[in-house]
T-cell receptor
């Protein structure tokens, strides 16, 4: 059974600071997704990481994938309040892009 | 720009009642999914469909049934609701890029249905 664990579960940080969210998973997969969810809203795709060593960046967010370590990171640079949301990683366990197992989410709160 | 539309947005049921949640997508996606999201947890897959007329069980299918009679619609049914089914339900749909590119299969989500079973 594939398990996906994120840490921390909750993160409160000051604007301007840097931090990293970690996503560990238990079985082999070359594909990992990051999603963002605002309170009471749906999930929005942020990044798709399709191979070992993949790195994607959008604004203050950068995601990377190490399939050998079964680890993905989401790095936040110089956080701003607008980044406050819950972030989910999801691992594709059929390697065809159809079946995702989600982590429990990291709730990020950025304080002014 | 409708994307994935879920109805209803909110519903309160009594134990034992039945209901159907409707998901409609206008992106001509082949794959559709139903998830549930419980407080402090990630999404868990209930059922999914890889095309019109096909359905399959996900991680937590018990107590739910689904149908995909038309490509654009995916229905989730609760025949006899239980308090344990109180949750937020999300529908999603996806495509797979083709033409030699590595399949991305990004899932696009609806706004969710908040269901309470008393």
């Amino acid at each position: 059974e594939l398990k996906v664990e994120q840490n921390p579960l909750f993160l409160s940080m000051q604007e301007g600071k840097n931090y990293t969210i970690y996503c560990n998973y238990s079985t082999t997969s070359d594909r990992l997704y990051w999603y963002r969810q605002d309170p009471g809203k749906s999930l929005e795709s942020l990044f798709v990481l399709l191979s070992n060593g993949a790195v994607k960046q959008e604004g203050r967010l950068m995601a990377s994938l190490d399939t050998k370590a079964r680890l993905s990171t989401l790095h936040i640079t110089a956080a701003v309040h607008d980044l406050s949301a819950t972030y989910f990683c999801a691992v594709d366990w059929d390697n065809a892009g159809n079946m995702l197992t989600f982590g429990g989410g990291t709730r990020l709160m950025v304080k002014p | 720009n409708a994307g994935v539309t879920q109805t209803p947005k909110f519903r309160v049921l009594k134990t034992g009642q039945s209901m159907t949640l409707l998901c409609a997508q206008d992106m001509n996606h082949e794959y559709m999914y139903w998830y549930r999201q419980d407080p402090g947890m990630g999404l868990r897959l209930i059922h999914y469909s890889v095309g019109e007329g096909t359905t399959a069980k996900g991680e937590v299918p018990d107590g739910y049934n689904v149908s995909r009679l038309k490509k654009q619609n995916f229905l989730l049914g609760l025949e006899s609701a239980a308090p344990s089914q109180t949750s937020v339900y999300f529908c999603a749909s996806s495509f797979t890029t083709s033409g030699g590119a590595i399949a991305k299969n990004i899932q696009y989500f609806g706004a969710g249905t908040r269901l309470s079973v008393l």
